[in-house]
Every structure is written in structure tokens, then in C-alpha cells.
T-cell receptor
Framework: DSGVTQTPKHLITATGQRVTLRCSPR?????VYWYQQSLDQGLQFLIH?????ERAKGNILERFSAQQFPDLHSELNLSSLELGDSALYFC?????WGIGEKLFFGSGTQLSVL | QQQVKQSPQSLIVQKGGISIINCAYE??????FPWYQQFPGKGPALLIA?????SEKKEGRFTISFNKSAKQFSLHIMDSQPGDSATYFC????????????FGTGTRLQVTL
């Protein structure tokens, strides 16, 4: 168990809908990362938050947004969902942000858009 | 543009054998190269990582070999065990951090009895 909690584990929704994925990092971890894992694209970095502030953006669509709250949990919001958004979404956390940083991944949220 | 190329896509090794997974990168600014292990239904877990100032790092049965001039690095699993059966991902990033990791496409390893 990595200590990173993601909810829900599975999510089935329809095209055009909006969903929110939630991540609780390990106790004390200030950094939260979101990754998307799909069969054709592999693991893709989406966004990184550190202590409530956005630090880096990767291949995140404009329809997607994220935030990290004062209690350090994070939410990834996906809107106007398309079939291609079906994927496994991972959250990862780390204690610090710097050299030798070690990421701890949650078990992911499997999103199916029908 | 795929910045980290991983091979093979799948690998079958007998118990006790050596598993070798290779990765090649293009961006010379990369300076942090971790390997992650992922079991079905779980998130990736950091296995071992290396910085470009060393050519090899060993942790138990797992060894990373790094060739800076060739822009290649590989994972060797000695005395492979059935419990090692998982998907392995190489990755790379700049500034020695885990931010904006670029992952390889993964290698599914199966260790048979």
C-alpha cells in the first residue's frame, strides 16, 4: 500500500459529461502529480501541484483542470468527456520537490466513457 | 515525439534467469532515470533510479546500467522470480526531479517456473 488514496476506483459515464477524480496524498506529502495511462499513449504526465500551487503542466487538455486544496488533497476535473478520455488516471505524491524525489502512486481511477 | 523508447514490449524468462529491459532516450537534458514496476490493478512503484554521473547502480537483484554517450539505459533483473512478473516502465526527467517524468511504453515481464 503506497499510502496514496484515489476515489472512485471505477467510473462509468457518458460522452459530454463531467467527472471529478479525487486524490489524498500520503500524510505529509506536499506534491501531487496526475498521470493518465492509456493503451495507446502509455503513462502521460498531466499536472503537478506543490503545496497548493500549480508547478508544472504536461499534456493536459483544456477540458481538464485540477486543484490542490489547503488540506493537500487534490481533484482532477474532466469535462465534456469524449470516448478517447477513457483511461486509467493515477495520482502520485511525494514529500518534497527536487533531486532524488520519489513518487508514490495510488491505485488509480479507471474511467470508462461510453 | 516519443522521447523514451523501451524494448522489448514483452519478455518471458525462466525462473532463475536474467531479465533485461532496454531504454533509449533522445533528450540530452534528461538527468534522472527511474524504473517503475507495476502489478495488475496497482499503480507504478519506484524500483530503482540512477543519475548520469554513475554508470551502474545495484539494489539487490536489480541493476541499472547507464551509457551516457549512447543515451541508453537498461534494467537487469538477476535470478528472476515468478513474483517479478509485472510491467516495467523506464522513465526520464530533467533537473533530477520526478516532475514531468517521460515514461517508456512498458515491458510486460513473465517469469515462468
Amino acid at each position: 500500500d503506497s499510502g496514496v488514496t484515489q476515489t472512485p476506483k471505477h467510473l462509468i459515464t457518458a460522452t459530454g459529461q463531467r467527472v471529478t477524480l479525487r486524490c489524498s496524498p500520503r500524510s505529509g506529502d506536499l506534491s501531487v502529480y496526475w498521470y493518465q495511462q492509456s493503451l495507446d499513449q502509455g503513462l502521460q504526465f498531466l499536472i503537478h501541484y506543490y503545496n497548493g500551487e500549480e508547478r508544472a503542466k504536461g499534456n493536459i487538455l483544456e477540458r481538464f483542470s485540477a486543484q490542490q486544496f489547503p488540506d493537500l488533497h487534490s481533484e482532477l476535473n474532466l469535462s465534456s468527456l469524449e470516448l478517447g478520455d477513457s483511461a486509467l488516471y493515477f495520482c502520485a505524491s511525494s514529500t518534497s520537490w527536487g533531486i532524488g524525489e520519489k513518487l508514490f502512486f495510488g491505485s488509480g481511477t479507471q474511467l470508462s466513457v461510453l | 515525439q516519443q522521447q523514451v523508447k523501451q524494448s522489448p514490449q514483452s519478455l518471458i524468462v525462466q525462473k532463475g534467469g536474467i531479465s533485461i529491459i532496454n531504454c533509449a532516450y533522445e533528450n540530452t537534458a534528461f538527468d534522472y532515470f527511474p524504473w517503475y514496476q507495476q502489478f495488475p490493478g496497482k499503480g507504478p512503484a519506484l524500483l530503482i533510479a540512477i543519475r548520469p554521473d554513475v554508470s551502474e547502480k545495484k539494489e539487490g537483484r536489480f541493476t541499472i546500467s547507464f551509457n551516457k554517450s549512447a543515451k541508453q539505459f537498461s534494467l537487469h533483473i538477476m535470478d528472476s522470480q515468478p513474483g517479478d512478473s509485472a510491467t516495467y516502465f523506464c522513465a526520464a526527467s530533467r533537473d533530477g526531479t520526478a516532475s514531468k517524468l517521460t515514461f517508456g511504453t512498458g515491458t510486460r515481464l513473465q517469469v515462468t517456473l
